[in-house]
């Protein structure tokens, strides 16, 4: 059993900066592939951005540059960094976890392929 608890979320203005925490706990996979995804009110959940175990990551263009994702293995603990907020990143963040191969290329963004997923945690940039 695998149990994601996201933290970190809140309401900043424009420009501002919060992080997130994912706490992991359970039958952990060392080779999983973990990311942050975002559904904003009447859209599609999206890709934000993975980070693999050997700690190569991958954005979401329109995160690049802003947003930093990174992992305390040790913890089993995941983070996202976001920095100059906009109100496009308003939405629900939620940590999730998967197979390796959604690391690879593009794949992070098939989301329904992520097995196990946090509650979410609110973001909401004025």
């Known amino acids: 059993h695998v149990q994601l608890v996201e933290s970190g979320g809140g309401s900043v203005q424009a420009g501002g900066s919060l992080r997130l925490t994912c706490e992991g706990s359970?039958?952990?996979?060392?080779?999983?592939?973990m990311g942050w995804f975002r559904q904003a009110p009447g859209k599609e959940r999206e890709g934000v951005a993975v980070?693999?175990?050997?700690?190569?990551?991958k954005y979401a263009d329109s995160v690049k540059g802003r947003f930093t994702i990174s992992q305390d293995n040790a913890k089993n603990t995941l983070y996202l960094q976001m920095n100059s907020l906009k109100p496009e990143d308003t939405g629900m963040y939620y940590c999730a976890a998967g197979s390796s191969v959604y690391c690879i290329g593009d794949s992070f963004k098939m989301w329904k392929k992520f097995g196990y997923w946090g509650q979410g945690t609110q973001v909401t940039v004025s």
């Open positions: 359970g039958s952990f996979h060392s080779t999983w592939c």
């Open positions: 980070i693999d175990s050997d700690g190569l990551a």
